[in-house]
């Protein structure tokens, strides 16, 4: 069983039933030359990769042979090397390679995300920086996305435009000050979690100042975020505002951010710079 929680059993069935129904169309042409007979299969991961991606493997088989019998080798979130069988399966031939495509498009695509939100967070691993995604997700995916950046060891920033506040300059703009801008915020949506951008050490103080969940240094360059930090961590722990960083963040720059004293590192090409993971589904019994 996995560790980390999936989107709800419904979300899964439906992504799965997009993906069939494109696939699919009024029927597999292919698969219907072949036996409609019992047979075994097995899933291959030809590169090392953190796997990710079992609910819809599973859902888009069993959408086609409620009967098959899929046996993992592997959890979710396990670190694989290249050649590893994940999996094996036993059911109708017709509907193994009918879910085929639509099966490895998720493992895949999951598998990616997980992979590369794992090799960002091995990379601050040591200081107190959290690896964050963004809501820049495949359109569709983004439960998926971000259920993804989970099990590669990120955290989720915000789900959507709904579940957290974050103020940017527009809303800057029209309030007239960061200040208006927080108090605006508040009044209205007291309950959700609060973010402000900031865009100069100025604005940095003044949010600090009048109190947030979070706030966001976009593009300070490095001696702006050093005195990000020193005034941030001015403040008593149990008022300390955490700081996160988004901009100019690659592997280049990762550790250095993370050294300078940060809570959060922001990165949107965990889940839009997506290089699917290598993996086949294979008809027979697996190699000895």
Known sequence: MSAFAPPPAEA???DVALALA?????????????????????????EDAVVCGRPWFDACHRALDPLVRIDWRVDEGD???AGTVLATLHGRARAL???ERASLNFMQTLSGTATTTATYVEAVRGTAAKILDTRKTLPGLRQAQKYAVRVGGGVNHRIGLFDAVMLKEN??????????????????????????EVESIAQLREALHEGCDRILIDDFDAAMRREAVRIAHEAPVARRIPLE??????MQTLRAIAEDGVDCISIGGLTKHVRAIDLSLKLGPPPA
């Open 22 to 46: 494109e696939d699919l169309g009024d029927g597999d042409v292919t698969a219907a030359l072949l036996p409609d007979v019992a047979d075994d299969a097995y899933l291959l991961c030809k």
């Open 97 to 99: 390679v009918s879910a």
């Open 171 to 196: 809303h800057v703009r029209a309030a007239g000050s960061i200040a208006a801008a927080i108090r605006a915020a508040r009044s209205m949506h007291p309950a959700l979690p609060l973010i402000v």
């Open 79 to 81: 670190r694989v090397k």
């Open 245 to 250: 960083v988004s901009g100019g963040v690659d």
């Open 12 to 14: 899964v069935a439906q």
